[in-house]
């Protein structure tokens, strides 16, 4: 294993705020996957939307002013300007299922049930409004490692009043963001970010860094809002593919913003390769969100809790078992392989795999 260096502390810049007021909420932290939704008043309902920070204590965070210090900081790096060898692919898959819906946000709302819009969580069964990082940690996972004990988590997404939710694991990768991807380490226990803005506008959303193939369904890609009808056949669902920052400040497990302790990398002058910027040096994996909804045919009524389609954004908590992770993260990302859930790459089988057929280390 490489050994891991340590960063100083920077000033943060400014980000996007990530925060939002959903009124009317539709679920509580005991529905159950399915329940029937809240009546169309109250779906999908915005215009409570507000600009928002932790500034509520909590146990990760006593003193409420939205820092989360790093113990112990990663500091002394520098953003690798190296280039490896090259390889097309460096990722694996933590494939997660849904596990319940609620107007929680433990990230921005701390300790707040009820006053986010809508939610639909994946992975911990456990989250909710007072989620941290020990509550977490541990816990029982729908995602395929049991190791996995993060929540992910995004807004409803609605037809009408039917709250439509992702049918089986979803694809969440872990790739390599930049170049370097022999660079890249861990995510710290404990850190969580919000990736996108509710409040986005249609150009925001297309022109957003972590913005892939946005809305998908059938032959209709690059969509900034859900497409107003899908093929009516049933293997067509509606996607959507986002990206999020994956080069870190070192400092910070969260900020006020949600955002300012991330970034995402940047093009290396002269080259066409990725860096971390120097403000956030250190290397973590890239998470991508590929969801799937089992929704087609007309869809001038579908819309998210939070409102139209590029509204899109969603949450990731970190609570992996390190072990696990650093095993997955070093064989597959810095081995510069195409891994699934086990972390066994069906191209490279001389390489083997890092878990067992129980998804658990051997």
């Not at 996972?141 to 190791?147: G, K, M, N, V, Y």
């Not at 995004?154 to 039917?162: A, N, Q, R, W």
Request: negative net charge; aromatic residues 8%; hydrophobic residues 35%.
């Amino acid at each position: 294993m490489r050994p891991r260096s340590k960063l100083p502390a920077l000033l943060l810049g400014s980000a996007l705020i990530a925060g939002v007021l959903g009124v009317g909420t539709v679920a509580t932290a005991a529905d159950p996957v399915g329940a029937p939704a809240a009546p169309a008043a109250s779906v999908g309902a915005h215009t409570g939307h507000t600009t928002a920070v932790s500034t509520r204590a909590s146990a990760d965070d006593p003193d409420g002013d939205g820092y989360i210090p790093a113990v112990p900081p990663v500091t002394g790096v520098t953003p690798s300007e190296a280039t490896p060898p090259p390889r097309y692919h460096k990722e694996f898959q933590a494939n997660c299922a849904v596990t319940h819906t609620a107007p929680d946000d433990p990230i921005v709302y701390p300790g707040q049930p009820g006053r986010s819009h809508d939610h639909t969580f994946m992975g911990n069964t456990s989250t909710n409004a007072g989620s941290t990082t020990a509550s977490l940690y541990g816990g029982a996972t729908t995602c395929l490692a049991p190791a996995d004990a993060s929540a992910y988590w995004m807004p409803s997404l609605y037809k009408g009043d039917e709250k439509i939710l992702p049918v089986g694991p979803q694809v969440i990768y872990y790739k390599a963001g930049v170049t370097d991807y022999t660079s890249v380490r861990p995510f710290p226990k404990g850190l969580r970010y919000v990736v996108g803005s509710p409040m986005q506008s249609t150009q925001e959303f297309r022109d957003h860094k972590g913005f892939v193939e946005g809305w998908e369904c059938g032959d209709s890609f690059f969509n900034v809002d859900i497409p107003a009808s899908c093929p009516s056949r049933p293997d067509v669902q509606l996607n959507v593919r986002f990206q999020a920052p994956s080069c870190w400040n070192g400092t910070h497990l969260d900020t006020p913003d949600h955002q300012s302790h991330m970034a995402y990398p940047v093009v290396k002058p002269g080259t066409n390769d990725n860096m971390c910027p120097a403000s956030h040096p250190v290397a973590l994996p890239m998470i991508e969100f590929k969801m799937a909804f089992p929704v087609n045919g007309d869809m001038s009524d579908v819309r998210l809790a939070s409102g139209r389609g590029y509204s899109f954004h969603y949450d990731f908590f970190n609570a992996w078992e390190e072990r696990t992770l650093e095993a997955l993260v070093d064989h597959c990302i810095v081995g510069g392989l195409q891994c699934d859930t086990r972390g066994y790459d069906q191209n490279h089988p001389e390489r083997g795999a890092v878990l067992n057929t129980d998804h658990r280390l051997p």
